[in-house]
């Protein structure tokens, strides 16, 4: 059974920081691109991160480069999103998704709210 698992949300103050991460199972981690999406409220649902399966290629997007930060432990099947000097506007649902592009399988977690509010 495939999971992904989204941790690491809450309530912060623009400013502050949070690390999300994403625990996957049920397949082979390592040969999967991840990446972390998120969707604000009457928004469209947009990519914020990507990492290649062997970790050595990131993608980030314009509004939050030099502020984030993913990575990934194929050890542990795990990758993880570092934000810092978050924004109001970084408040949003955040999703962990796996994609594997021989295959086109992609999976999704269930996500994790972000509030960024003083």
């Known amino acids: 059974q495939v999971q992904l698992v989204e941790s690491g949300g809450g309530l912060v103050q623009p400013g502050g920081s949070l690390r999300l991460s994403c625990a996957a199972s049920?397949?082979?981690?390592?040969?999967?691109?991840m990446s972390w999406y998120r969707q604000a409220p009457g928004k469209e649902r947009e990519l914020v991160a990507a990492?290649?399966?062997?970790?050595?290629?990131?993608t980030y997007a314009d509004s939050v480069k030099g502020r984030f930060a993913i990575s990934r432990d194929n050890a542990k099947n795990t990758v993880s999103l570092q934000m810092n000097s978050l924004k109001p506007e970084d408040t949003a649902v955040y999703y962990c998704r796996a994609y594997y592009r021989f295959l086109r399988l992609e999976y999704w977690g269930q996500g994790t709210q972000v509030t960024v509010s003083s």
């Open positions: 990492i290649a399966s062997a970790g050595g290629t990131t």
């Open positions: 049920g397949f082979t981690f390592s040969r999967y691109a």
